[in-house]
């Protein structure tokens, strides 16, 4: 396998997609590779942050909107509750 | 979620509308939840219903660009700039070790304003699997059942789009 092969095998290797037969020889190219090493690491990184991202915050506006939303759900759904009394 | 809503209709304000109706859908059928699936998984998949209807009432295109998408995918095209690699396909100098960097720049604001603004310029299809896929961190089974697409095709989606943000990164950090 070759360096530009095996860079395009990396998301099929990280989802384990990979033959058990190509498993071995990407995993065989690595160990001698540092290059490609540093590439996979380089994709783990990035997959990393990316998982970070859902961390950020949501726009304001449209988080009173969500909340207010949420709010008047709330409500309606007491107002349903107190009118029928079967708790 | 925006981001993902975002991939179907172009204005904001709509992508907005589609995450409050999103919501409001999740809290009114939250009750008939049956934790089949992840809530995650759940919420995410009644976006792209709310999505796609509305999709489909602001424009007529779309079903055709969804085929033509799914042709692209199955048109090979390498992810890394040729020439990176010598003759024998090996490459001439690798990709730098990031090990070095000190975590407070790779998990800082400003790399995560260059990945946003990477995802932003993926095309759509693209920008779908990989916010799917390694921001809310679905897997391949539930992100190629929403998007109704074969494991195949969110694959190559998700291979092309990594290697895009990857490159932006190397490039920023450099």
Redesign the interface.
């Known amino acids: 396998m ?4 095996v ?2 095998l ?3 290797y990280l ?1 384990g ?1 990979l033959s058990a037969a190509d498993r071995m020889r990407f995993e065989e190219h690595l160990t001698g ?4 090493t ?2 996979l ?3 783990r ?3 990393e ?6 961390d ?1 915050p ?2 304001t506006a ?1 988080e009173d ?2 909340v207010q ?2 709010r008047n ?1 709330r409500s309606t759904r007491n107002e349903g509750d107190s009118a029928g009394t079967h708790r | 979620m ?1 981001r993902v809503a975002m991939t179907y209709v172009r204005d904001p304000n709509i992508a ?1 509308d589609i ?2 109706e999103t ?2 859908t999740c ?2 059928r939250l009750k008939d939840f049956e934790a089949r699936s992840s809530l995650k998984t759940w919420i995410f998949g009644i976006l792209i219903n709310v999505a796609r209807a509305r999709q489909r009432k602001e424009s007529r295109v779309i079903p055709f660009a969804a085929v033509l998408s799914r042709l692209d995918d199955a048109i090979p095209r ?3 700039d ?1 020439p990176r ?1 010598g003759n ?4 001439r ?7 070095g960097l000190p975590e407070s720049t ?2 800082g604001q400003e ?2 304003g260059q ?2 603004a990477a ?1 932003d310029d993926l095309p759509s299809s693209q920008r779908q699997v ?1 916010v799917l896929r ?4 679905l897997d ?1 089974g539930e992100v190629s059942s929403m998007l109704r697409i074969s ?1 195949g095709n969110q ?1 190559v989606r ?2 092309r789009a ?2 895009a ?2 490159k932006k ?2 490039e920023y950090l450099r």
């Open positions: 070759t360096c530009r092969e860079v395009e990396m998301t099929s989802d997609a590779c540092d290059g490609c540093a590439y690491a380089q994709l990184k990035t997959r942050i990316l998982g970070r991202l859902a950020e949501v726009p449209l909107e969500l939303a949420f759900w | 925006l907005e995450v409050q919501w409001l809290l009114r390498p992810t890394v040729q690699f024998d396909g090996m490459w100098a690798g990709p730098d070790s990031w090990e790779l998990i790399t995560f990945v946003r995802i990989i390694d921001v809310v961190g391949a494991e694959r998700l291979h990594r290697a943000v990857r990164l190397e």
